[in-house]
């Protein structure tokens, strides 16, 4: 069964510095999502993502985060310089429609730990 | 906004015990209605959802209705394994041009042998 993958599964970093999460969607999927869990809390939206733009982004997707589809597989979240409060379990999400009812398949996420 | 209520975990059952995880909801629009589940050191998957009032959504042993009067979709399962242990999320997307989804809290469900 198709599935989606992110890379890499923990990831360790000094405040300040920069982070990009991988994630590869399912291959037929057109519309791409971020969703962060910190510690504890909900899983929160941050930004959907079609046709190489952004669809809609949460107040959470502040300057310091940006999106890419760099190439035909890949979907990548940066975070230009980590703050403290960015740790968080970061999930990739993809569905193939923008249906309300669509399901999103999300991924296994990437343990951020900002130290 | 859109908001999803769900209750309070840890849920600890033993095993064939009946499992009620309530979920309740406000949004606007006419929203679809999730469960995901998560396994210890997995993502999220989904487990069932229901698109519209009075939808049952099943999977597994487990149902759900879509409840517009009491807006709830309360999950529940007639008789739980040790492997449904889990945290279950509850979750709505409300549709038309916002297709995000808005999540509960979580509740973390132990079934013992």
């Known amino acids: 069964e198709p599935e989606v993958t992110q890379t890499p599964s923990h990831q360790v970093t000094q405040m300040g510095q920069e982070v990009i999460l991988r994630c590869v969607p399912i291959s037929n999927h057109l519309y791409f999502y971020w969703y962060r869990q910190i510690l504890g809390q909900k899983v929160e939206f941050l930004v959907s993502f079609y046709n190489n733009e952004i669809s809609e982004k949460s107040e959470i997707f502040d300057d310091q985060f940006s999106v890419e589809r760099p190439d035909g597989s890949n979907f990548t979240l940066k975070i230009r310089s980590t703050k403290l409060e960015d740790s968080a379990m970061y999930f990739c999400?993809?569905?193939?429609?923008?249906?309300?009812?669509?399901?999103?398949?999300f991924g296994p996420g990437t343990r951020l730990t900002v130290l | 906004g859109n908001s999803v209520t769900q209750m309070e975990g840890p849920v600890t059952l033993s095993e064939e015990a009946f499992l009620t995880i309530n979920c309740t909801y406000t949004a606007t629009g006419y929203p679809s209605l999730f469960w995901y589940v998560q396994y210890p050191g997995e993502g999220l998957q989904l487990l069932l959802k229901?698109?519209?009032?009075?939808d049952k959504g099943s999977n597994k042993g487990f149902e759900a209705t879509y409840r517009k009067e009491t807006t709830s979709f309360h999950l529940e399962k007639g008789s739980v394994q040790v492997s449904d242990s889990a945290v279950y999320f509850c979750a709505l997307s409300s549709g038309g041009s916002n297709y995000k989804l808005t999540f509960g809290k979580g509740t973390l469900l132990t079934v013992n042998p």
């Open positions: 229901a698109t519209k009032a009075d």
């Open positions: 999400a993809s569905s193939e429609t923008k249906t309300g009812s669509d399901t999103q398949y």
